[in-house]
């Protein structure tokens, strides 16, 4: 990672490397901005020289698990449009506290792409704190880049994780919302959670009061639940969208043993083998 962009980066300093740009950021070959917002938000403003992607690209969008992971083909489709190689440092933002980012980060390190840095709070940030937004639709450079699964570690399976259950340096990270967790609200064929599953709901970690910034009391909170860095972490929520915020806020803080469970609760819920409990989380 470009030592000089922090993985967690601050509107302010994003701004001040803009200003130092002599010319456009499009003229920086290394440094790549994409933005995940809305497209019709991204038509009225975004960060100057942002290049858009639409987030559900990162999803294979097909039934019966529409979270999974695209195909490589697709991947490298998104990779060589962006024009990301392998000296790109890439800044990634969204319009909802991190979500999409988040799912996007997971991409760039599953794909051996690990030099991004996360916008902090994002565009609702970047607006709402005054920094110069433009309208301009950018063009990215499209490169040659061959994609492939560079990082294997990061994608956990369904038999991966049931076969690591019982070890006690292994955690789910269950990123949904309490009623989900519980089987309360039921998305799939089965409601509920992947047994000891720690419910730590995605938003919980944004600071409504600081425009959707990751919360900075972020790593107690999940030390006091149960997911330490000496753990080995997978997270999931039900399509690996929202779990995708928790997998960077991970990957931010440091855990170098984060995956993420692509298939999420869409595929476990609706598999008649794998365990299943049910109720909230203890206090």
């Not at 760039?108 to 902090?120: F, I, R, T, V």
């Not at 994609?147 to 990123?175: C, E, G, T, Y």
């Amino acid at each position: 990672m470009n030592t000089d962009i922090p993985r967690l980066l601050e509107p302010a300093l994003l701004a001040s490397i803009l200003e130092s740009t002599l010319d456009s950021i499009q003229n920086n070959d290394n440094l790549i901005i994409v933005d995940l917002c809305s497209e019709a938000l991204y038509r009225q403003k975004h960060v100057p020289g942002a290049v858009h992607l639409q987030a559900g690209a990162l999803m294979a969008g097909t039934a019966p698990y529409p979270g999974k992971l695209p195909s490589i083909k697709q991947l490298q489709t998104i990779i060589r449009y962006l024009g990301i190689k392998a000296d790109s440092h890439v800044v990634i933002y969204d319009d909802e506290g991190g979500g999409w980012a988040g799912r996007f980060a997971w991409t760039l390190d599953l794909l051996g792409y690990p030099h991004w840095s996360y916008l902090n709070g994002g565009i609702i940030a970047w607006i709402k704190e005054g920094f110069v937004t433009e309208s301009l639709t950018n063009q990215p450079i499209a490169s040659e880049t061959l994609a492939r699964i560079a990082n294997p570690a990061v994608l956990m399976s369904a038999d991966q994780i049931a076969s690591q259950l019982n070890k006690s340096d292994f955690a789910v990270w269950d990123a949904r919302s309490p009623g989900e967790y519980s089987g309360e609200m039921v998305r799939s064929a089965r409601g509920g959670h992947i047994p000891g599953a720690i419910n730590i709901e995605w938003t919980s970690l944004m600071d409504q009061q600081r425009n959707l910034r990751i919360r900075s009391d972020a790593e107690q909170i999940l030390g006091r639940a149960g997911l330490s860095r000496d753990k080995q972490v997978t997270t999931h929520c039900q399509s690996h969208h929202r779990s995708g915020f928790t997998y960077m806020v991970a990957r931010i803080l440091g855990y170098d043993n984060i995956s993420a469970y692509d298939g999420s609760w869409a595929e476990w819920g609706n598999l008649d083998d794998m365990p299943v409990e049910r109720g909230y989380q203890p206090d």
